[in-house]
């Protein structure tokens, strides 16, 4: 078992995360804009960005959900308890002791049990609630009677929005909790983070080209 | 008429006297400043009535005229004679009430019925001789009902050299001498050979001076729009458009579409097939039922505005916009006032095109006015319920609409309306809490306006038309609403998204749906519940964090 800095976020990967990223806070800006809490632009333009994002936002995510199935890097957010127990434990009072992440990233799964499970359910119950209040909301004149639903949709739009907002924060903030924020960050934008490896990933990765040339963990 | 003339000198000099304009604008329609007629453009008539030898004259008086026009516009007069214009009477839908002018109390001199020598020279007829009129004024059964068609007045609507006007019937009380001023007489030869489709000013003549002055009643119909700025109404721009009042009010037969008492509150045809719909007076039976362009999100999503909200709603942002004021109260109780048993006035509001307006009058009361007023908005579903002169209500729930309006979120067929809002203080029936006929105009001594007496002119009102009265008046404070829509503002100056899509915005009295931007704050608070939460826990956890660590360093 070796340590290699290996490419685990492809390029649309990241343009994914990144572009998702800039859609979901103008989105949350001009959002909060319609729902009438600042009025920082015009409630014209606040619905014309709003509404050209989403459209946005959901032709993004049809790309990554077909890229989640043909690549099968949907096997990362397969949940499971295995170590979930270990990182919460870590996380509520491992962290005040100085110990470190009881998590070691393994090629197959990039992400920490808790970790994956936390996305999984945003990408099954957020984003999902969110899109599909949201195009009940855009499109309410074409199902909707006089019968006032749309108090209903736009409750459910608002709190998926602060939900959101909440995973958003603490999403930014456990950032900070391993060697430092930059560290965490950077894989998400050059590709390549520390990886555990088997002698067989490794020699299969370093044929396909996908381990840093140079870097921390690479051979001397 | 010695007498006319003698009151009308004595007002002049009065006038002078008081360093006051002689230009009285709000008592009578023969005081309209300019006459000059509007152009119409669009005619295609194939026929000039100057060459026409039933028009040569002279004509000794109106019915002469109309008996010519009628000798080739064979069906006119029937046509006519069953529109509203003329029986001044229909019937509310559900309740079977009697409405229209014949009928109806309002909130302004409050009846026409018994004062018809005055009202009724909105009535386009003419020839009643003295024997037409009865202690209840004009008597519509016999005289108008079965009328003679040659006493139609087809110049009021159709003189095209905007010389023609009309007189009150009656001679009225001297206390009302003011609106017998001079006027050149009418050329009724020259009127008659220069007929034409109706001009603005023509239907102005009454519409634009109802309620009993210049913009009185409606808010968004006064003599501005005789020759309106672009921005006062896109459509009837003067330089502009230049549309009359008919490119809207379309009529088959001499029946004008376009009805305040059953309003097309919500029109579901659009344009129709071409040439199909000459009985809509609707914005859609122009501009369709997707009248936004779908160039941008923005058009799109107003196109979904228009099941629920009317067009005049954003595309009417005041009423009351050509600098001529509106008239927004009215109080009754402090008519009757003299000055050396004189009635008087006061003029002490300037509206915006100069013109001095009376604030009171001893044959009305006080008034207040206002101009570039935000209209009262509400769900209307196009039926206008009336307090109508039988009608009992329960003072204690004043005011009391003398004209209220059906409608709701849940019902498909309403929209949100603009409307103007009128508040008067007027008499009623203290006994039989019914609104009350007043009998105001006559030379007679029962007459308000000359007696100054409201007992003794609501008795001899009610009693002309065999109606129960108590024997008690009493003052009740009333509201009268009146659909908007005219004064069609450019697009650029229509209501912005946020006047409405806000916390106290234009819609934050209508109820029943939701409004983004204005409903929904309980979710707010779970959302205060949501991302506090997060922030607070966060912020804990790297307080601990911190804290620790720094005990670490320090063991």
Known sequence: ?220 | MLKMVLTGLLLVSTQIALGKSAVDVDMNFRLVKEVAPTLRTESSSTADHTKFEALQGPFRDGPEVTRACLSCHTEAGKQFMSTIHWTWEGTEPDTGRQLGKRHLVNTFCTNARGNEGICAQCHASYGWKEEDFGPAGLKWEEVVDAGDPNNIDCLVCHDRTGTYYKSPLTEGNEACSVMFQGKPPIDLGEAARNVGSVGRENCGTCHFYGGGGDGVKHGDMDSSLTRPTRPVDVHMDADGLNFACTRCHVSETHAVAGSRYHVTAKDNEGTGKPGERRNAATCESCHGLSPHPIDSVAGVKLNDHVDRIACQTCHIPAMARGGVATMTDWDWRTAGRTQNGEGFKETNYTQGDGTHRDTYKSIKGSFEYGEHLQPHYAWFDGRIRHTTIDTAFDPAEAPIAINRFGGSAEDPNSRIWPFKEMRTVQPYDKGNNTLVYMHLWGDDEDAYWGNYDFARAIEAGMAHSGLPYSGEYGFIETLSYWPITHMVAPKEEAVACAECHAREGRLAGVGGFYLPGRDGRWVDWLGVLLVGGALLGVLGHALLRFASSARRRAS
């Open chain 1, 1 to 220: 078992m070796t340590t290699r800095s290996v490419l685990i976020f492809s390029r649309f990967e990241r343009f994914w995360h990144w572009a998702q990223m800039a859609l979901i806070f103008a989105l949350m800006f001009t959002g909060l804009a319609v729902h009438g809490l600042h009025r920082t632009i015009d409630f014209e333009t606040a619905v014309t960005v709003h509404t050209w994002s989403a459209i946005a936002l959901i032709a993004l995510w049809l790309f990554a959900v077909f890229w989640h199935l043909t690549t099968g890097t949907w096997r990362h957010y397969v949940p499971t308890t295995k170590g979930l127990w270990t990182v919460a434990r870590f996380y509520a009072y491992g962290i005040f002791k100085g110990e470190h992440h009881p998590y070691r990233k393994v090629y197959w799964r990039k992400h920490n049990p808790l970790q994956a499970l936390a996305y999984l359910a945003l990408k099954l119950v957020l984003f999902p609630a969110i899109w599909i209040s949201g195009i009940a909301y855009l499109g309410y004149n074409l199902w909707a009677d006089a019968s006032g639903w749309l108090g209903v949709v736009a409750a459910v739009h608002l709190l998926s929005a602060y939900a959101i907002l909440a995973f958003v924060i603490a999403h930014i903030y456990l950032l900070t909790t391993g060697h430092s924020f930059v560290a965490h960050v950077k894989p998400m934008v050059t590709g390549y983070d520390e990886v555990d490896l088997t002698d067989a990933e490794e020699s299969y990765l370093r044929e396909r080209g996908l381990l840093a040339r140079k870097g921390p963990g690479s051979p001397p």
